[in-house]
């Protein structure tokens, strides 16, 4: 697992970058640079942490920039100043042979339009990786099966991708960027070519496989549903700039902009609200034992609960100790709370 | 109110129009009347042209030849022996085979990668050509064309590749793929003579640089065409440059490279034709013999017989591109 560091990170697409780090033009903004010099800021100062195993979601509009960011971690743009520390390492100074390396080995990559080769059976897309490393056949094989077993494709492995429906060829894309065992798994809009229905079933199962794996993962998405969905943390961009970062809960309760409460609008708050930040101190030690809720699931999941009983619900941490109670009367507050939502659009 | 303004208007673009026809056809008029004078004045500064750069640019590239010719001659006459050698050894073993052999191959390999229309239709093409006593010649016709298509692939996909892989010598070649592509065709038979004199040698020569740009041209866009998408994911896994010409981008160019080798051989042929002209044997010459001795009726079926070779092959080719190109299902 590794740390990614993102500093003060820029990317000007132009045959004259360095005319917008002038001091007179630094601050223009990005309409302003376009009209003026023909350039196109795409990162703007872009700084980030990401922390190791966890789900780092890249999400904003068509032209945000979050292409380009992801596209900087893989240097399949080379960003215009900055650095890109990845375990302390600016990658952005690797030379080509550096490169290569850190391409094979600590980093791959999930396309949007899956990047799969027609000429290769599944089998051989999935280890396409370790080939060019020119690892033996056989071992080769065995990871690619391993790696198809893993995203559900047994059985496909002689097919030739265009034998495939989306879903499974984004699977056999998945599987072709963890047969090389990287550390850090970048995702460039994955499920956005995939119907609404699919799209849904392989964000579950991205989580069930994050579970397994436990990679670095940078996710990129214009989607805030699935962001929630897949997302320890939320960077939301605008213009090449960060606009907020943080937990789903955060960017859903408190948007740091008008821009991230338009975003969010859609969000009911009981599916991101966390128990534990609205629970009270239990008035008594008892509790029932068959309507229980964990500090860390959503108000969402307590609703069935309270249907079935009249109580306060009780939540229990790991141990069946109990933390707090959740009173009947919090939740129908925000059930109210995410119902005016809808119906105000 | 308005419509009488349109009307106006239209009849002023009419008398416009008019007046432009008048002007053009005025100004011819006087051309050729002064035209007519300075013949009449005999001016011959106005009717030859005062310069005539020919002779020292004639000169100089005979110079250029005699100077090559003479001090590489030993490298011509080693390529031509050896070329010799080849075009021989093919010829022989081709009418060696009886044509009973001959003729099953065809049926069996038009059969296999194209259709068995294609093998059945082959195999009676040659039936033909042998009835008509055109073997000897169509065997002659094949093994020149086989060595001139077999150097054209040779330096014509290295090339391509190269044009794909740099927009420089893309440029560069590009004009000068664009040159040969409109020369006459009989203007390729002069290299070949300077160098090799009259004979298949210098046929050769001509055949690769007449059949020699579809090659480079098509390798150069196959590769070029690949998805952009797929080439960013064999380079985000790593792959250097060669890795990825030889896994991603070659593999996926091939429908487009077999295309262009398809043009390759069908242009070979045409030219072996033509080079019957500097001494090229095959049913070219029989062609061109029969021509000059007046002999219609041979001219006619030597004539026929290129129209079946080339439809043969043709077929068979083409065929073998579009089952690859199905089995492969390249989306």
């Keep these: 697992m590794s740390n990614i560091e993102i500093v003060n990170l820029w990317k000007v697409f132009g045959n004259d970058p360095e005319i917008v780090f002038e001091p007179d033009n630094i601050n223009k903004t990005r309409s302003e640079i376009q009209d003026e010099f023909n350039q196109v800021v795409a990162l703007r100062n872009v700084n980030l942490s990401i922390n190791p195993g966890e789900t780092f979601v890249v999400m904003g509009l068509s032209g945000s920039g979050k292409s380009t960011l992801v596209r900087a971690l893989i240097r399949l743009i080379d960003p215009t100043s900055g650095s890109i520390l990845i375990n302390d390492k600016d990658i952005l100074q690797y030379n080509s042979q550096e490169l ?22 599944v089998l051989e897309n999935a280890g396409y990786g370790l080939e060019i490393q020119n690892i033996d056949i056989d071992t080769r094989n065995a990871k690619a099966q391993e790696v198809l077993d893993l995203v559900g494709l047994s059985g496909w492995e002689s097919s030739y991708p265009s034998e495939l429906s989306g879903g499974m060829q984004q699977r056999v894309g998945i599987a072709r960027a963890l047969a090389v065992e990287p550390d850090i798994l970048l995702m460039d809009e994955p499920f956005s070519g995939l ?11 991205l989580k069930k496989l994050q579970q397994t794996i436990q990679k670095t993962i940078v996710f990129i998405t214009h989607d805030l549903d699935e962001a929630i969905t897949v997302g320890d943390r939320i960077a939301i961009m605008r213009d090449g700039e960060v606009t907020q970062i943080g937990t789903p809960e955060e960017i859903v309760t408190s948007p740091a902009n008008s821009f991230v409460e338009e975003f969010t609008f859609d969000i009911p708050k009981t599916r991101v609200t966390s128990v534990c930040n609205i629970m009270v101190k239990p008035l008594t030690e008892e509790f029932d034992k068959r309507y229980v809720v964990t500090p860390e699931s959503s108000v969402e999941d307590m609703i069935p609960l309270v249907l079935e009983t009249g109580d306060p619900i009780p939540v229990v ?20 709370q995410s119902a005016r939502q809808e119906y105000s659009e | 109110m308005s419509k009488t303004i349109e009307k106006l208007d239209s009849e002023v673009k009419e008398k416009s129009t008019i007046a432009r026809y008048v002007i053009s056809l005025t100004i011819f008029v006087i051309v050729m009347a002064l035209s007519w004078v300075i013949h009449l004045l005999k001016i011959t500064q106005a009717t030859d042209f005062p310069v005539n ?79 008509f006593n055109l073997w000897e010649s169509a065997m002659i016709t094949i093994a020149i064309m086989l060595i001139a298509v077999l150097i054209s ?34 203007v390729y038979l ?21 059949a020699i740009p579809p090659c480079i041209r098509l390798t150069n866009l196959g590769i070029r065409q690949v998805d952009i998408a797929v080439v960013e994911a064999g380079t985000a896994f790593g792959s250097n440059r060669m890795q990825l010409l030889t896994k991603v981008q070659i593999p996926m160019a091939i429908p487009t490279i077999m295309a262009g080798i398809n043009q390759t051989v069908m242009m070979a042929l045409a030219m072996v034709t033509i080079a019957a002209m500097v001494g090229a044997g095959g049913l070219g010459a029989d062609v061109f013999r029969a021509m000059g001795q007046l002999e219609q009726g041979d001219a006619v079926i030597a004539g026929l017989g290129i129209v079946v070779l080339a439809i043969v092959i043709d077929r068979v080719s083409q065929g073998y591109i579009n089952n690859r190109n199905q089995t492969t299902s390249i989306e």
């Design chain 1, 100 to 121: 290569e390396n850190f391409r094979r080995h600590s980093v791959a990559m999930v396309f949007q339009h899956f990047g799969l080769f027609p000429h290769r059976t």
């Design chain 1, 195 to 205: 119907d609404p229905l699919i799209r849904r079933q392989m964000r579950i199962e």
């Design chain 1, 317 to 336: 941490d790991s141990k069946d100790k109990l933390v707090g109670v959740v009173p009947q009367q919090k939740i129908l507050e925000l059930v109210a």
């Design chain 2, 53 to 131: 750069f020919s002779p020292p640019v004639t000169n100089a590239i005979d110079d250029f030849v005699d100077f090559l010719v003479v001090n590489f001659a030993w490298m011509f006459d080693w390529m031509s022996d050896q070329a010799k050698v080849l075009i021989g050894k093919i010829r022989d073993f081709l009418i060696w085979v009886p044509w009973p052999f001959t003729i099953l191959t065809i049926l069996y390999t038009g059969w296999k990668v194209a259709s068995r229309n294609v093998g059945i239709g082959s195999a009676i093409a040659l039936l033909l050509l042998a009835s």
């Design chain 2, 153 to 186: 692939i040779v330096i014509g996909i290295p090339l391509g590749i190269l044009a794909a892989s740099s927009n420089r010598f893309d440029a560069i070649i590009k004009p000068i793929l664009d040159g040969m592509q409109t020369m006459p065709s009989f």
């Design chain 2, 190 to 210: 002069v290299p070949g003579i300077m160098f090799f004199g009259l004979g298949n040698v210098a046929a050769i020569l001509a055949t690769v640089l007449y």
